[in-house]
């Protein structure tokens, strides 16, 4: 069964240092999607991307983020400056088309001490 | 604003009996109702989805009820299996363009006793 892969599962990182996460979404999927998880609290939608731009984002994602698809397979979520507060679970997910299920990553735990 | 929000944070049954997960939402103009999975460690898993022109939608061993006129939404899991332990969020969207993101509750933890 195909799905969303991510790596890595775990990332520790200095607090300012930038951190790359990795995706790859199901192959035949054209919307690509990154939520964040803080422990014990709702999965929160950061950004949306579609044809090679940003479709929408949230007030999470601020100047600090950033995303790219710079291949044909992978999708990452960049954050430049990483803070305390970024520390959570990062989700990938991706859909075939608009109006299908969304497929979720396994995340990537990110923790900045 | 648009809030997506859960009335309990924990629920514990039996192996084998019924369980039903409440939601509560306020965005009258979502689409779509959709019921999440979210295993210790996973991601979260699709269940079912409701279109918001219906009331009730079955699946294998789950069926979602949605009341547009309390803005309720419930997932029903039949015979309900240890498998079946985890915490449990609704989610919103509108599924109107290419961002359709989902606005998701706050989970319920769903504890299944043998």
């Known amino acids: 069964e195909p799905e969303v892969t991510q790596t890595p599962s775990h990332q520790v990182t200095q607090m300012g240092q930038e951190v790359i996460l990795r995706c790859v979404p199901i192959s035949n999927h054209l919307y690509f999607y990154w939520y964040r998880q803080i422990l014990g609290q709702k999965v929160e939608f950061l950004v949306s991307f579609y044809n090679n731009e940003i479709s929408e984002k949230s007030e999470i994602f601020d100047d600090q983020f950033s995303v790219e698809r710079p291949d044909g397979s992978n999708f990452t979520l960049k954050i430049r400056s990483t803070k305390l507060e970024d520390s959570a679970m990062y989700f990938c997910a991706s859909r075939y088309q608009g109006n299908t299920e969304a497929f979720f990553g396994q995340g990537t735990r990110l923790t900045v001490v | 604003g648009e809030s997506v929000g859960l009335h309990l944070p924990t629920l514990s049954v039996q192996e084998g009996d019924n369980s039903i997960i409440n939601c509560a939402y306020s965005?009258?103009?979502?689409?779509?109702f959709i019921w999440y999975k979210q295993e210790s460690g996973k991601g979260p898993q699709f269940i079912i989805d409701?279109?918001?022109?219906?009331d009730k939608r079955q699946g294998q061993r789950v069926t979602v009820l949605l009341n547009k006129t309390v803005k309720h939404l419930s997932l029903q899991i039949a015979a309900t299996q240890p498998g079946d332990s985890a915490v449990y969020f609704c989610?919103?969207?509108?599924?109107?363009?290419?961002?359709?993101?989902?606005?998701f509750g706050t989970g319920t933890q769903l504890k299944v006793e043998l």
């Open positions: 965005n009258s103009a979502s689409d779509y």
């Open positions: 989610a919103e969207e509108a599924r109107t363009g290419g961002g359709n993101k989902l606005t």
């Open positions: 409701i279109r918001s022109n219906m």
